[in-house]
């Protein structure tokens, strides 16, 4: 009789937690997706970074683990709550505990496995997306084939199992504690607090002191390049910031309520006073699970800003740093030997040789102090403009008594230093500063050092050359198993002694191979923006699942409220604008603190990145990107709690 009733029961929730079923479905999806794609050989066949995919994911799925097992256990304690009276109406009725217990606990495995079974079909549509975003990623072929990885599969399974055995553990202890008065009234149960205005003022007032605080220390942990953050310091901001976001919860509505209350003007204005109470009302019986889903979409809106400009920061390297296919520094005549093996393997469509030189003055070194090498390096205006003409840029134009310095953008607070408006090189010849740029500007110009002076063909005159470089373009697309083959053939040119019998040899040649670059690259794209976007998700998704749920089951008790407003005069168009008002103030409410700290944070962080990324201000459009991201998400939950909860309101 208890499975035939608990079945029922199961078919029942199913219609009423159909938001509940949703998300444990998605949640489930994306971590049987990411389990897919981390394990596949094809794609960590991609890159040698990618080898470390599926170890990063079991990290993070451990934390995944966690939040999914909070989102479960919340959703079951608010099942249980809605339940209570019919739970204390069995125990009157005779049924012991343990019989209830077993009913709940076994409706809730069937709902659980109904979600579990849908996550594995939707789990998998949603991992050929995601390889198909790797693979454009990659610019690789990918052709659509089921592949039944059994290692991923069980890994859902083991977090399913996991996940339930704990929450429903928990769910028989708070059904074993229970009482017949307990289960009678437990839905009538809310957060308790009671604050005293003078204690709320305070409260509020102490909670945004130390928010400004903790943004203010984040801040100045950021001071520029080459000053390291302390994580200590950092590990405090959150601390203050964990605080504060609680504080604020649990005072700012009451806050807000007196302030409408005193203002007669916004009080009597349309629906103002009956919105404002019922939110307040609303915030106050959740202040502590509100502050934690803040928590939460703070920590969403970071990932998504760090996941954003990763990627930027990667693809931006890869242009500084292997900015043509093949790039190599060594003697002159090992070239040869270097061709041969590119002949072998591509078709070459330019190769250029050009020499940098030696300005022992250190005109530029003095005043910048940096790289290791003990000399500034000169380039000829002639190979510096095959230079820009092979990255696609403009050429410029010097006259005889002039030179250019060309730099990392980490030195731009030395673009108006006077001592570098004239130089003398080594060789005698004076030039006076015509231009300080750093658009476009690529490591490989001047290895060892951050800047290249850029001077007239004739003023590099009986100076000393620094370095032999061939650059070859090709018609195909170059990969990391060439770059080892390349790499194989440079000649030794430093041996020593290890202490255990044999030699360890050194190259002092520098090879780069864009393809090379462009896998870890990628690799390092992939696992950092999928593992952001993975949190993200299932952030939001349990931000959006608790509103929601939260919002629905008022539906019943505001029912009667809108019927007595409708009796009133109130018509149906007003009482729908009221209800879409009241679920925008609780669906804002937690976003408000988010938003202020994550671009708070984001541009505090750019200090560093900016140095790494396009311009100083793209962060921007990953911060309002990453913003438009969550808000997709964040609106499909409120748009479906918004017809709910209406449909909940007008039914007979």
Excluded at 214 to 237: H, N, T, Y
Excluded at 635 to 650: D, E, G, L, R
């Amino acid at each position: 009789m208890l499975n035939r009733l608990a079945l029922k029961n199961a078919k029942r929730s199913i219609k009423d937690y159909v938001i509940y079923l949703i998300t444990v479905t998605l949640a489930f999806s994306f971590i049987f997706a990411f389990n897919l794609i981390s394990n596949s050989s094809e794609i960590t066949s991609l890159a040698n970074m990618l080898d470390n995919f599926k170890y990063v994911m079991y990290v993070v799925n451990i934390i995944i683990v966690f939040v999914v097992g909070f989102l479960i256990n919340y959703i079951l304690k608010f099942m249980f709550q809605k339940r209570s009276k019919e739970f204390g109406t069995y125990l009157i009725l005779g049924i012991e505990k343990k019989d209830i217990s077993k009913m709940f606990i076994l409706e809730n495995i069937v709902l659980g496995f109904i979600s579990f079974l849908l996550s594995l079909i939707l789990g998998f549509i949603l991992s050929i997306f995601m390889t198909l975003i790797i693979m454009h990623i990659f610019k690789a072929p990918f052709k659509v084939a089921i592949e039944f990885n059994y290692l991923a599969i069980l890994l859902s399974i083991l977090y399913f199992v996991i996940i339930y055995s704990i929450v429903l553990f928990s769910s028989k202890r708070r059904i074993k504690k229970m009482k017949v008065y307990d289960l009678l009234y437990f839905d009538k149960q809310n957060e308790k607090r009671e604050i005293k205005k003078i204690q709320r003022n305070i409260g509020l007032i102490m909670s945004l002191i130390l928010l400004i605080i903790a943004l203010i220390m984040f801040d100045r942990q950021f001071k520029g390049v080459g000053i390291e953050p302390s994580f200590g310091i950092i590990l405090i901001c959150l601390i203050l910031l964990i605080i504060s976001i609680y504080g604020i919860t649990f005072t700012v509505t009451d806050f807000i309520l007196n302030f409408i209350l005193k203002h007669k003007k916004i009080k009597y204005t349309k629906d103002n006073l009956f919105v404002a109470r019922t939110f307040s009302s609303k915030v106050k019986t959740m202040s502590f699970t509100l502050g934690t889903l803040t928590i939460l979409i703070t920590l969403t809106l970071i990932c998504l800003n760090m996941s954003s400009m990763f990627k930027g920061l990667f693809d931006y390297q890869i242009e500084t740093y292997a900015p043509y296919d093949i790039i190599i520094n060594d003697d002159e005549e090992r070239f040869e030997n270097y061709l041969s093996v590119i002949e072998e393997n591509y078709t070459i469509e330019e190769i250029f040789t050009y020499n940098s030189y030696v300005d022992s003055n250190n005109n530029i070194k003095n005043i910048l102090s940096t790289g290791w090498r003990d000399y500034d390096q000169v380039l000829r205006l002639s190979d510096y403009n095959k230079l820009l003409e092979l990255k696609g840029m403009k050429p410029i134009t010097l006259n005889d008594d002039e030179y250019l310095l060309h730099a990392a953008k980490e030195y731009y607070k030395y673009k108006d230093n006077e001592q570098l408006k004239n130089i003398t090189l080594s060789n005698g010849i004076s030039l006076k500063q015509k231009d300080f740029v750093f658009d476009g500007y690529t490591s490989k110009w001047a290895i060892g050092l951050g800047y290249v002076i850029v001077v007239p063909d004739h003023a590099i005159k009986d100076l000393e050359i620094s370095d032999n470089n061939l650059i070859v373009d090709t018609k195909e697309k170059t990969n990391e198993d060439f770059a080892r083959q390349l790499v194989s053939i440079a000649e030794p040119d430093l041996c020593e002694d290890s202490g255990y019998g044999y030699q360890i040899c050194y190259s002092l040649s520098n090879i780069t191979v864009r393809g090379q670059e462009e896998a870890n690259n990628n690799g390092l794209i992939t696992i950092c923006s999928f593992v952001f976007y993975y949190v993200a998700i299932i952030f939001t998704t349990i931000v959006g699942t608790i509103l929601a749920i939260q919002s629905l089951s008022d539906s019943t008790k505001y029912k009667y409220r809108y019927q007595v407003l409708n009796k009133l005069g109130v018509d149906e168009v007003s009482l729908t604008k009221t209800i879409r008002k009241q679920l925008l103030w609780f669906f804002i409410f937690p976003i408000i603190i988010p938003i202020i700290v994550s671009f708070c944070t984001i541009t505090s962080m750019n200090r560093i990145f900016k140095i790494a990324l396009s311009t100083n201000t793209v962060y921007l459009t990953y911060f309002f990107g990453s913003l438009l991201v969550f808000f997709i998400i964040y609106m499909i939950y409120f748009i479906t709690t918004y017809f709910s909860f209406k449909k909940n309101i007008f039914e007979d």
